[in-house]
């Protein structure tokens, strides 16, 4: 089924019942506070701390914590703290953790759903959302299906007004590796994730989700090579492997389609691919707060979860000129991911209707949905372009992800940092 090295990205969500990959436990409601869409209060409602433990693991239940929240035998737990959001426990090769928290019904008023809405990201990026982006799709490359995808997506889209995307009009299309792909109610998840930011960032964007039918390097990297065939402009990938010599650049090398690559949930560590790749655009994801005290409106800082490393296997790219790793270093742009400051997300296949996802499962297609409002990545060599355009970027200064030598690999600050890159979007103008 999957990978035994393989750990999905890397989502981090709220919702009323916490599932231990098949365990569950209920939980306590967290209070919403109004604010609809364009309104930057929507980002502040509260997210109360709970039990959190690690979900959506590479095998069975058995590899994750039980429902009780221990740790399966032979594995190490690792404990932390996620600004404030609750005790996060990552157990083996789990990565993604699910915060307890309330989900929403179809039909819930506008005001009423908790997490960043559609407005509030082109809102805190400024970007080009109403105007650009036709005639541009966005590849979305998953592990298995989920059968209410195009219906949550109606959902998603409708609800904040965003124009149609069905299959009907061909505004949206499923390519399924082989013909029989399993339905994964932990996938869907992140099948949700992908489709509802990319439609956030880019309404006007034909969205393309390719389905792998194995977590292995080399069905996600022919899942990538299929969406590029299939018309994808940019392709977005919220998943992580760990690296080893089994993962080449050309795997993951296609010139002229940017390859977008979520950089991880466990923070300072070695690297990820295909974030790590020298072809691949590596997204760490970052905490993003309403502020009226700023010319943007908005503060934004490194998320304590977000991923950051520098590569063994991958050498630095010549447009990568940091001095403190000798490889490739991730991670080389940034966008909201932190759990504590959650996108909205409609999924019904395992949760009930509207979640609160975090992680850098959000970032990327977040990122991968700029590329597609850029209409640029024809005339892009990977990252090449934020390093030449830098000043078109947001700077994410403060928030660490963890302890390191030299201090930029791990903390974020003036210039290029480790886990936000160079910045977050401003604009598409770096794109």
């Not at 404990?79 to 996060?88: K, L, P």
């Not at 990568?320 to 996108?343: E, I, K, M, N, W």
Request: glycine content about 12%.
């Amino acid at each position: 089924m999957f990978s035994g090295r393989f750990f999905q990205g890397i989502a981090v969500l709220a919702l009323v019942a916490l599932h231990a990959c098949s365990g569950g436990a209920s939980s306590n409601q967290v209070p919403v506070t109004a604010g609809g869409a364009g309104n930057a209060a929507s980002a502040q409602r509260s997210a109360q701390a709970a039990r959190a433990f690690a979900a959506n693991t590479p095998a069975t239940s058995a590899d994750c914590s039980s429902s009780a929240g221990s740790p399966a035998a032979g594995t190490t737990p690792i404990v932390g703290i996620i600004q404030g959001v609750g005790t996060v426990l990552s157990v083996g090769s789990c990565s993604n953790v699910q915060l307890a928290g309330t989900a929403y019904l179809a039909g819930t008023p506008v005001l009423m759903i908790p997490g960043l809405q559609p407005a509030d990201l082109q809102s805190a990026y400024e970007l080009p959302s109403a105007t650009a982006g036709t005639g541009q799709t966005i590849g979305i490359v998953v592990v298995h299906d989920d059968p209410n995808a195009e219906i949550d997506l109606a959902v998603y889209r409708s609800t904040f007004g965003l124009p149609a995307c069905s299959s009907a009009s061909g505004c949206l299309r499923v390519v399924a590796m082989k013909s029989s792909v399993l339905a994964d109610a932990n996938w869907s998840r992140e099948i949700s994730t992908d489709l509802d930011m990319a439609s956030a960032v880019c309404p006007n964007c034909k969205l393309l989700l390719v389905e792998a039918s194995t977590a292995n390097e080399t069905d996600l990297a022919s899942a990538v090579s299929a969406a590029i065939s299939a018309g994808a402009n940019v392709v977005s990938n919220s998943y992580a492997i760990p690296e080893s010599k089994q993962e080449v650049a050309s795997m993951w090398s296609h010139p002229g389609v940017p390859i977008v690559a979520a950089a991880g949930d466990r923070g300072f560590t070695t690297a990820n691919w295909p974030a790590a790749s020298r072809t691949a655009i590596a997204v760490g994801a970052t905490t993003l707060t309403p502020d009226a005290t700023t010319s943007r409106g908005w503060r934004e800082t490194a998320w304590s979860g977000t991923g950051s490393g520098c590569s063994t296997l991958a050498a630095k790219p010549s447009w990568q000129t940091d001095t403190g790793c000798a490889g490739r270093t991730v991670a080389d742009v940034a966008a909201v991911g932190d759990p504590a400051t959650p996108v909205a997300v409609f999924d019904t296949y395992l949760d009930s209707g509207w979640v609160r996802i975090g992680g850098t499962s959000v970032a990327t297609p977040i990122v991968a949905g700029v590329y597609g409002l850029a209409a640029n990545g024809a005339q892009l060599n990977a990252a090449a372009s934020l390093y030449a355009h830098s000043s078109g970027l947001f700077p994410v200064n403060g928030g660490s992800n963890g302890t390191c030598s030299p201090i930029y690999l791990c903390t974020a600050g003036f210039g290029y940092s480790g886990p936000t890159g160079l910045g977050s979007p401003h604009g598409i103008a770096a794109f």
